[in-house]
């Protein structure tokens, strides 16, 4: 069993809708939680950073963190084309330690 | 977000012959720099981490003799693909950490063609 689950997709959702993305995960040891999105032959580029539990907006994106359940979401309001793109949740056990990434979901936003 | 380049972009080499690959954060210092690689649909697969000035850290089944890396100052770490081969073919990304966060920035990767 990886340590990090990510279902690999494709999600194909119209332009404007919501995209709900989420990963799981099996060690308690991890308390910072990233998203990155990566376009096709780029590396990736980091959209949200969560320490612990809670929740945090940053324009259309918010990003859920529920340690208890060990369960991490992204979501994207007012989709648009342009966030066609593989989306990889990513984790790590302390600050500047390595990274431990999901599978990645590909997602298609249709216009 | 702090800016981290690699170089070269693409590189295509002979069967036996080494590539390096330089990876530079420009407007940070990076404490802490980290090698992935990546195949086709799949996800990134660290390699090693490496810290100014020690040596690094290699990932359990990567060959740290044929994967040389040097992490000689702040902003400057290099990866070295000795005695290339057709299966190391991939695609290769750095990522930076350090300064105010602590957050991993990554490259714009490097494709690695062996033929």
């Known amino acids: 069993q990886k340590e990090v689950e990510q279902d690999p997709g494709p999600l194909s959702v119209p332009e404007g809708a919501i995209v709900s993305l989420n990963c799981t995960y099996s060690?308690?040891?991890?308390?910072?939680f990233m998203w990155y999105r990566q376009y096709s032959r780029k590396g990736p580029e980091l959209l949200m950073y969560?320490?612990?539990?809670g929740n945090k907006e940053d324009g259309r994106f918010t990003a859920q963190v529920d340690k208890s359940s060990k369960y991490i979401s992204l979501f994207i309001r007012d989709s648009q084309p342009s966030d066609s793109a593989t989306y990889l949740c990513?984790?790590?056990?302390?600050?500047?330690?390595?990274?431990?990434f999901g599978g990645g979901t590909r997602v298609l936003v249709k216009p | 977000g702090a800016v981290v380049s690699q170089h070269p972009s693409w590189v295509i080499c002979k069967s036996g012959t080494s590539v390096k690959i330089e990876c530079r954060s420009l407007?940070?210092?990076?404490?802490?720099m980290f090698w992935y690689r990546q195949f086709p649909k799949q996800s990134l697969m660290l390699m090693a981490t490496?810290?100014?000035?020690?040596?690094?850290?290699?990932e359990q089944g990567v060959e740290k003799d044929k994967f040389l890396i040097n992490h000689a100052s702040l902003t400057l770490s290099t990866l070295t693909v000795t005695s290339a081969h057709p299966e190391d073919s991939s695609f290769y990304i750095c990522?930076?950490?350090?300064?105010?966060?602590?957050?991993?920035?990554f490259g714009p990767g490097t494709r690695l063609t062996v033929t």
């Open positions: 407007d940070f210092q990076a404490t802490t």
């Open positions: 969560t320490y612990s539990s």
């Open positions: 990513a984790m790590s056990k302390a600050a500047g330690n390595k990274l431990t």
């Open positions: 490496s810290n100014e000035g020690s040596k690094a850290t290699y």
């Open positions: 060690n308690s040891a991890f308390q910072y």
């Open positions: 990522s930076a950490t350090g300064g105010q966060g602590t957050e991993q920035y």
